[in-house]
């Protein structure tokens, strides 16, 4: 099981980059997507998650609004769309699978989560 993120970069505050997951040896299709960042010296933190079969999405309330989630079931990949990025932004984002029916309470949950991708960096200028 491999998870491959990509398209993070360098970007002014107010622009925009497009996240992508791409997973191979599993099947997307009953997993929850989720993507998380970690900050030098803070902790990982829940960033927004899609279930796949339903396509529900979840945000934290730092990118509601400016951030999307998607999934390709063609592609067995998630994606997230971030518009409006801010410094505070900044961090290294990776995207994880879950392989067990998360409750709403649990998404957000780091340890629920089976599969880890290596992370990308993301980097906002001020």
């Known amino acids: 099981v491999q998870l491959q993120a990509s398209g993070g970069g360098l970007v002014q505050a107010g622009g925009s980059l497009r996240l992508s997951c791409a997973a191979s040896?599993?099947?997307?299709?009953?997993?929850?997507a989720g993507w998380f960042r970690q900050a030098p010296g803070k902790e990982r933190e829940f960033v927004a998650a899609?279930?796949?079969?339903?396509?529900?999405?979840f945000y934290a309330n730092s990118v509601k609004g400016r951030f999307t989630v998607s999934r390709d079931n063609a592609r067995s990949s998630t994606y997230l769309q971030m518009n409006s990025l801010k410094p505070e932004d900044t961090a290294v984002y990776s995207c994880?699978?879950?392989?067990?029916?998360?409750?709403?309470?649990?998404?957000?949950?780091?340890?629920?989560?089976?599969?880890w991708g290596q992370g990308t960096l993301v980097t906002v200028s001020s």
């Open positions: 040896g599993l099947s997307f299709s009953r997993y929850v």
């Open positions: 994880a699978l879950s392989e067990t029916r998360l409750i709403a309470s649990e998404i957000g949950t780091p340890a629920r989560y089976n599969y």
């Open positions: 899609v279930r796949w079969n339903s396509g529900d999405r």
